[in-house]
């Protein structure tokens, strides 16, 4: 008896939730505060799309904004190994421009970085002239980020 009593009043307290807020049967999401600080990333990028690797330079910018801007304690590194390479090649300028100036105006405050894959690179056919100045070639994307993480670095992709 007292078993169905308390199954009864949980029942209740059940479809008075469900009643009060039938959109939000679990209710509603917290949201907190945090401090981040002191964080080294190594972004792994393979895109095919303009708008995806727009969408990693703000991901990389929004993340040092509230890490800080101590270049000591605080850096970006953006490993280029993908459908994303010809956007960097000097020869696309006229095309991705604007997507070029974001990148480039991203490295400015020396906390990102961009490094492309130099395998990678030739398998498009582009060397190291053929690409803008604000990229460095490395021998190998993955040597690269596995170096970096064992400097580090958290990865990202």
């Known amino acids: 008896m007292i078993r169905t009593a308390l199954f009864s ?6 479809a008075m939730a469900t009643q009060a807020a039938p959109e939000a049967p679990w209710g509603r999401a917290k949201s ?3 401090t981040y600080a002191k964080q080294r990333v190594v972004y792994d990028v393979a895109v095919g799309a303009e708008s995806a690797m727009r969408s990693v330079i703000s991901r990389a910018q929004l ?3 509230l890490n800080g801007s101590d270049p000591f304690e605080n850096k970006v590194v ?4 993908g459908n994303e390479i010809p956007f960097f090649a000097i020869k696309n300028l006229f095309e991705y421009r604007d997507l070029m100036q974001r990148a480039q105006g991203a490295t400015l ?10 395998l990678a690179a030739e398998g498009f056919g582009l060397k190291a002239e053929d690409i803008h100045g604000f990229v460095t070639l490395v021998p190998m994307a993955d040597a690269e980020i596995v ?8 990865y990202m992709r």
């Open 109 to 118: 405050s020396g906390l990102v970085e961009f490094r492309m894959c130099r």
């Open 78 to 81: 953006i490993v280029l190994h």
């Open 147 to 154: 170096r970096l993480q064992q400097e580090g670095y958290a």
């Open 63 to 65: 993340l040092l904004g």
């Open 9 to 14: 009043t949980l029942l209740l307290f059940a």
């Open 32 to 34: 907190v505060e945090q």
